[in-house]
């Protein structure tokens, strides 16, 4: 007798294939130990692992199409949808595919805006607020001592304007909207396998044990690749604490989709595996924090009405808190010490300090220039010149304005999530803010991409009805 299978079983079990397939390449690379070196950093052949990998993230997207074109919609709406999904794809390999990409979607958003005009929508608080921060640093490009310099940052945060703009007129339902999610949720978890074994083929290339490469610092194999280097050897984009923004962003969209019942229990509990090891293989220690913190907030939020499980939660992690502290007491300090770090706040401030109001303009702020306010400290022995804290950047370049600016959008974000009863990003605008106290996303492409792509999509979710949850809690 013949059994009908269901179309779409293997999507609901594809996380399983996964695990089976990553066992498989071990498998595979054990008997059969790489002689040919194709994934190594630097390597003649990374355009062809490029290549693999941009044909595996295709596969969201090709998926997305398929499904959208049983839909009934215009053709300008699917082509932007598409787009929109390609983005959030290419932002998880490469910033300059993302380049490729993004004037596209640009031009997609003006037709589709041309066409519907009742799509556009009313600019929120935390709009306003942004336009006024971007416009402050492009004044602050007047007593910039370095104006080139600064009109280059100032491209850097075109992404942050241009995107706050095209979600406004971007109308999607909300069936569309969570496909966009699962899209971009199947290319994170696609994102994770590549990077599991991209490290595994190379460490045996290199004939290093795989054990090596789990460690809290920023550990080299063989003195001469560093850990992140080798995970994300098939991407273009290497920087551990950057590459943790796009995982952060899958682990919640894993949360979102379960629960709103769009993916299995299998499949939730696979993608939060999957971004935790990886976070903790990229030697990210801020990405560990912000892992942790949503996977924390995320599980309470679940079980927000099984007040017994909460309880059991609270008491499993504050008994594993203390077995690791008792085992291992100096972790804490081991963990957050960073003396590099400490250097740049204490000079920073000594530099605020001296331009209190309007800062040294954007594009001031560079090596010569800081060694000659601070004597007899060189400023570019330390990371390269920036503070790696956005707050105490922007007051470096646009002063206490700059300062106060940064702060209030943050605010505004975080108010305007309450608001709406968007847990998931607020959770995401938490960890982001974590982020910025130890580095300046705004300040690099990879940054902005990714954080105004994730922000301005993500508020974009269904606003929650207070009589429906509440209505639903008592069930």
């Known amino acids: 007798m013949n059994i009908a299978l269901p179309n779409n079983l293997w999507r609901h079990s594809w996380p399983m294939i996964s695990c089976i397939g990553i066992a498989f390449f071990y498998g595979l690379c054990l008997l059969f130990p790489p002689s040919v070196n194709i994934i190594v950093n630097f390597s003649e052949y990374r355009w062809f692992q490029w290549c693999i990998s941009l044909a595996c993230l295709s596969i969201p997207i090709l998926l997305f199409m398929v499904d959208n074109a049983k839909v009934h919609g215009t053709w300008d709406s699917k082509l932007l949808w598409t787009l929109t999904v390609a983005l959030l794809i290419s932002m998880v390999h490469n910033t300059r595919l993302t380049l490729d990409i993004q004037p596209l979607f640009f031009a997609a958003t003006i037709v589709y805006a041309y066409r519907h005009p009742y799509a556009i929508r009313r600019p929120s608080t935390c709009h306003y607020v942004l336009w006024i921060y971007l416009i402050w640093n492009g004044i602050s490009l007047l007593w910039s001592k370095d104006y080139h310099y600064g009109l280059r940052l100032f491209n850097h945060m075109v992404p942050l304007l241009l995107f706050s703009l095209c979600f406004l007129v971007h109308g999607t339902t909300r069936t569309i909207y969570n496909r966009i999610f699962k899209a971009f949720w199947q290319g994170f978890i696609i994102a994770c396998i590549l990077s599991f074994c991209s490290s595994i083929y190379?460490?045996?290339?290199?004939?290093?044990?795989?054990?090596?490469?789990?460690?809290?610092?920023?550990?080299?194999?063989?003195?001469?690749?560093?850990?992140?280097?080798?995970?994300?050897?098939?991407?273009?984009?290497?920087?551990?604490?950057?590459?943790?923004?796009?995982?952060?962003?899958?682990?919640?969209?894993?949360?979102?989709?379960?629960?709103?019942?769009?993916?299995?229990?299998?499949?939730?509990?696979?993608?939060?595996?999957?971004?935790?090891?990886?976070?903790?293989?990229?030697?990210?220690?801020?990405?560990?924090?912000?892992?942790?913190?949503?996977?924390?907030?995320?599980?309470?939020?679940?079980?927000?009405?099984?007040?017994?499980?909460?309880?059991?939660?609270?008491?499993?992690?504050?008994?594993?808190?203390?077995?690791?502290?008792?085992?291992?007491?100096?972790?804490?300090?081991?963990?957050?010490?960073?003396?590099?770090?400490?250097?740049?706040?204490?000079?920073?401030?000594?530099?605020?300090?001296?331009?209190?109001?309007?800062?040294?303009?954007?594009?001031?702020?560079?090596?010569?220039?800081?060694?000659?306010?601070?004597?007899?400290?060189?400023?570019?022995?330390?990371?390269?010149?920036?503070?790696?804290?956005?707050?105490?950047?922007?007051?470096?370049?646009?002063?206490?304005?700059?300062?106060?600016?940064?702060?209030?959008?943050?605010?505004?974000?975080?108010?305007?999530?309450?608001?709406?009863?968007?847990?998931?990003?607020?959770?995401?605008?938490?960890?982001?803010?974590?982020?910025?106290?130890?580095?300046?996303?705004?300040?690099?492409?990879?940054?902005?991409?990714?954080?105004?792509?994730?922000?301005?999509?993500?508020?974009?979710?269904?606003?929650?009805?207070?009589?429906?949850?509440?209505?639903?809690?008592?069930?």
């Open 202 to 475: 190379t460490l045996l290339y290199l004939h290093v044990s795989i054990w090596d490469i789990f460690s809290l610092h920023k550990s080299t194999i063989l003195d001469q690749y560093h850990v992140y280097e080798l995970l994300f050897a098939w991407s273009g984009r290497e920087h551990p604490s950057y590459n943790a923004i796009w995982v952060l962003g899958g682990i919640l969209a894993g949360f979102y989709l379960y629960e709103k019942r769009l993916i299995t229990t299998l499949e939730w509990l696979f993608s939060c595996v999957c971004g935790t090891c990886l976070m903790a293989l990229m030697q990210s220690r801020i990405g560990i924090v912000m892992a942790g913190l949503v996977l924390l907030g995320g599980s309470l939020y679940l079980l927000r009405t099984h007040k017994r499980m909460i309880a059991i939660v609270c008491i499993v992690i504050t008994l594993i808190a203390t077995i690791i502290l008792v085992a291992r007491p100096t972790l804490p300090l081991e963990f957050g010490h960073d003396i590099t770090r400490i250097k740049l706040f204490e000079t920073s401030k000594n530099y605020i300090a001296q331009h209190l109001w309007l800062g040294a303009g954007l594009g001031g702020m560079t090596s010569e220039h800081l060694t000659q306010a601070i004597s007899g400290f060189e400023f570019a022995e330390y990371a390269h010149f920036y503070p790696h804290n956005q707050f105490l950047g922007d007051a470096m370049q646009g002063g206490i304005i700059g300062l106060i600016l940064s702060v209030t959008l943050m605010v505004a974000f975080l108010v305007t999530t309450l608001y709406r009863r968007n847990y998931w990003m607020l959770l995401f605008g938490i960890s982001i803010l974590l982020f910025m106290l130890i580095e300046m996303p705004f300040r690099f492409l990879s940054g902005t991409f990714q954080v105004s792509l994730i922000v301005y999509l993500g508020m974009q979710m269904p606003r929650r009805h207070r009589q429906s949850v509440i209505q639903r809690d008592k069930c």
